[in-house]
């Protein structure tokens, strides 16, 4: 399977708990995107990363929420102490280079309860 | 202005009509205007992409129509089927800054047998 992979699909979170969210991006892709999408919206951009390196993080909540992609191993964000208003489903974008099409995983499902 | 403007929200076709999704955006330094498919439970999945360099581009029965002037495009979708029922979201990005993506609010299609 040559696609974006997400794990876990689904996660349910207590409040106060933290959510880390799992992507590996597809063969060849060294740039990772991160989306969230609310109940009936679109998807908004949270951060752009390449390996070892946060390029835009501009839509990211300033608090709370952080994202890696390390040199081995899948990208990871990371939500600590969730709240409900943290539900969403969490989708990971990768591309070949800047400027290349985006190809999206199938999403993490966080429900916080 | 980031944002992207996607009519309309809903829209019921019966099976060979052709729906219409429009959007419309404000930042004039967009250069990359993708359309998604998602199906519930999915990720989105890049359907077709324009440049604003051409007017039109034909993807099988899928086509979009692009006006620089009026800063609006749009998809087309030809003898349309009930396997097409989605939500289709039309975005758009800078080229020089990471790519990062503007997505419209979607427009969930029914396309009735």
């Known amino acids: 399977n040559a696609g974006v992979m997400q794990n876990p699909r689904h996660l349910v979170r207590r409040r106060g708990q933290e959510a880390r969210l799992r992507c590996s991006p597809m063969?060849?892709?060294?740039?990772v995107y991160w989306y969230r999408q609310l109940p009936e919206e679109g998807l908004k951009f949270m951060v752009y990363?390449?390996?070892?390196?946060?390029?835009?993080e501009s839509g990211m909540p300033k608090e709370r929420f952080s994202a890696e992609f390390p040199k081995e191993g899948p990208s990871i964000l990371r939500i600590q102490q969730v709240v409900r208003g943290d539900s969403a489903a969490y989708f990971c974008?990768?591309?070949?280079?800047?400027?290349?099409?985006?190809?999206f995983g199938p999403g993490t499902r966080l429900t916080v309860t | 202005q980031q944002q992207v403007k996607q009519s309309p929200q809903s829209l019921i076709v019966q099976k060979g009509g052709i729906p219409i999704i429009n959007c419309a955006y404000e930042n004039t330094a967009f250069d990359y205007f993708p359309w998604y498919q998602q199906f519930p439970g999915k990720g989105p999945a890049l359907l077709i992409a324009?440049?604003?360099?051409?007017s039109e581009k034909k993807e099988g029965r899928f086509t979009i129509s692009f006006n620089k002037s009026a800063k609006q495009f749009s998809l087309h979708i030809m003898d349309s089927q009930p396997g097409d029922s989605a939500t289709y979201f039309c975005a758009a990005s800078k080229n020089n800054a990471g790519n990062m993506l503007t997505f419209g609010g979607g427009t969930r299609l029914m396309v009735k047998p």
């Open positions: 063969k060849g892709h060294s740039h």
């Open positions: 974008a990768s591309s070949w280079d800047r400027g290349y099409e985006q190809y």
């Open positions: 324009i440049r604003p360099d051409v």
């Open positions: 990363l390449q390996k070892e390196n946060i390029i835009d």
